[in-house]
């Protein structure tokens, strides 16, 4: 990964994009080798409990790298199919990836960029953050799942409106809309994505993973359908080590095994 790299420590995983020069631009060699290895590493490595997507020096990610699209070799509209599926093949497993996966945004998080950042579960962003569906600018529709992710997540008039005016928001407006969840200061901002990973690196994978997989399907299930995923979901998790020894503990009134406030507080203390 000689543009990107990945970092595991205490079950969470840290990937970031490492070409500040470029804004952390999305090279080919990244959308070939880089971003799918990742994808397939994190997939299969059950000892990575949660995965942080950052960008290094100052910007999350400015898109594709658009000098990949100039010059005189043009490739066929058929390789460019074929390119593409296997590039939306990886992104759509790390949509639907059955980890909590937590983007740090920082400066810059245009086209391809913005695309990336919002397939995670939560987002995490700097005041100077700024967000841009920029397809538009160069003529091309969003690509990369935003034009799956986004209208789930902000609603579909509010994706048309950013796509049609391709302009670029900053932070509030992002809270606003529900993109972001948190804003730490450019400091601040990693050691905080890490404390939330590894607090919930503490939690029942199972139950993440299956919360995780009935909420996004909740969106276009009926409620038959969601009737019996929540029924083999809830006793996937019956099922589990996590489960039975977080009751024992409750019984016998001993200190919880996943306690989101209480790990809060600790770390506020310390």
Not at 34 to 57: F, N, S, Y
Request: hydrophobic letters at 45%; glycine letters at 8%; charged letters at 25%.
């Amino acid at each position: 990964m000689s543009e990107t790299t990945l970092e595991i420590e205490d079950g969470v995983a840290v990937f970031t994009l490492n070409r500040p020069e470029k804004m952390n631009a999305i090279s080919q060699d990244m959308f070939n080798s880089d971003l799918p290895d990742m994808v397939a590493r994190v997939t299969e490595d059950d000892d990575i409990r949660v995965l942080i997507l950052a960008g290094a020096g100052g910007n999350f990610c400015s898109g594709a790298d658009v000098s990949r699209m100039g010059g005189d070799e043009k490739p066929s509209p058929e390789e460019r199919d074929n390119k593409l599926r296997g590039i939306l093949d990886y992104l759509y497993k790390l949509v639907n990836l059955p980890k909590p996966v937590i983007s740090a945004v920082d400066g810059i998080a245009f086209g391809g960029g913005f695309s990336l950042a919002v397939t995670a579960d939560i987002v995490m962003a700097t005041p100077r953050a700024r967000f841009s569906l920029v397809f538009g600018r160069i003529g091309l529709i969003p690509d990369m799942t935003a034009a799956y992710v986004l209208p789930r997540l902000i609603g579909p008039q509010r994706t048309k409106e950013l796509t049609f005016t391709a302009r670029s928001f900053g932070v509030e407006e992002a809270m606003s809309m529900g993109i972001v969840q948190e804003v730490h200061e450019a400091e601040a901002l990693l050691p905080a994505a890490k404390r939330m990973a590894s607090q919930l690196s503490q939690g029942s994978a199972t139950a993440m993973a299956e919360a995780k997989r009935l909420i996004d399907m909740s969106l276009q299930s009926s409620q038959a359908e969601m009737i019996d995923a929540e029924c083999a979901a809830q006793l996937a998790c019956r099922g589990t080590e996590f489960h039975g020894e977080a009751v024992r503990r409750f019984m016998t009134k001993e200190p919880r095994l996943y306690d989101w406030d209480a790990m809060s507080r600790k770390e506020a203390a310390e």
